[in-house]
């Protein structure tokens, strides 16, 4: 069963609680239980993850005061939305979009689901940053996104790094990518980089809640590491390296 068709059960709302469990009571035909909040199972982690992408996309399209078509064309492609499913989809995105819930709640939510700044979390505020500059990153997205992120269980560092993959590039940009000073050595560079590609390994996220439909993020997210190691190496700071050695 696709994440898609699990969202239109009728026990998601129950299962969630929340205003996360109100979105999708909601949009399940039922009515959530505001006070269930048992602990996570592997379908409860997948399905609160997929809610607070599709609701916190949805409120970020609305963030700049102008929700694209553009924007919905990268949700749908970072969740690889089967046509057979548009219709699900964008029936929970315009339902968020529409919600009286804020986002602080849905993103305070997400963390205390699926736990502060852990690797599933990490892909969702990616994925919010893969479609904000879809169209140009306005201010009061990024306004948005840091505030999503501190929610999330971020530091202001941590979203520096994950942030530095797709916005804004810098001199010192490939070294923020990997985690390390621009002073690095060759030894600590090569580490950082086979590290990142360890953690960042697809069968890590989806055993943390990342839904299998969901990893193009995780693509996304590779390329973005590996170009920054290959900017390294092209500087003459580290030796060149396969992408995605470990």
């Known amino acids: 069963m696709t994440i898609w068709r699990k969202l239109l059960g009728t026990s998601v709302g129950l299962l969630l609680g929340g205003p996360l469990g109100l979105l999708a009571g909601g949009a399940a035909g039922t009515t959530a239980n505001l006070a ?13 993850f997929t809610i607070a992408a599709i609701a916190l996309a949805a409120k970020m399209a609305r963030a700049d005061g102008e ?6 064309a990268t949700f749908e492609r970072l969740f690889r ?14 339902m968020a979009q ?17 736990g502060p700044g852990t690797p599933v979390l990490e892909d969702l505020l990616e994925a919010l940053l893969l479609i904000a500059v879809t169209d140009g990153v306005h201010p009061d997205e990024l306004e948005y996104l840091r505030v999503v992120a501190d929610r999330l269980g971020f530091d202001p560092a941590a979203y520096a790094r994950i942030r530095a ?11 923020v990518v990997l985690g390390i000073a621009p002073g690095a050595s060759l030894a600590e560079i090569r580490a950082a980089y086979r590290g990142l590609v360890k953690t960042y390994h697809p069968d890590r996220h989806m055993a ?30 580290a030796p060149a390296e396969a992408p995605g050695a470990a």
């Open 165 to 175: 993959r797709h916005i804004a590039p810098a001199k010192d940009d490939p070294f």
């Open 36 to 48: 269930n909040l048992r602990a996570p199972t592997a379908e409860r982690r997948q399905v609160a």
């Open 98 to 114: 529409g919600s009286t819930a804020g986002f602080e709640a849905y993103a305070s939510q997400a963390a205390k689901l699926l």
């Open 208 to 237: 943390a809640g990342t839904p299998p439909e969901f990893l193009r993020v995780a693509e996304a997210r590779m390329a973005a590491i590996n170009a920054a190691y290959a900017e390294v190496a092209r500087r003459g700071a």
């Open 67 to 72: 929700a694209t078509a553009t924007e919905f």
């Open 81 to 94: 939305v089967p046509d057979g499913e548009r219709a699900n989809a964008t029936r929970f995105y315009r």
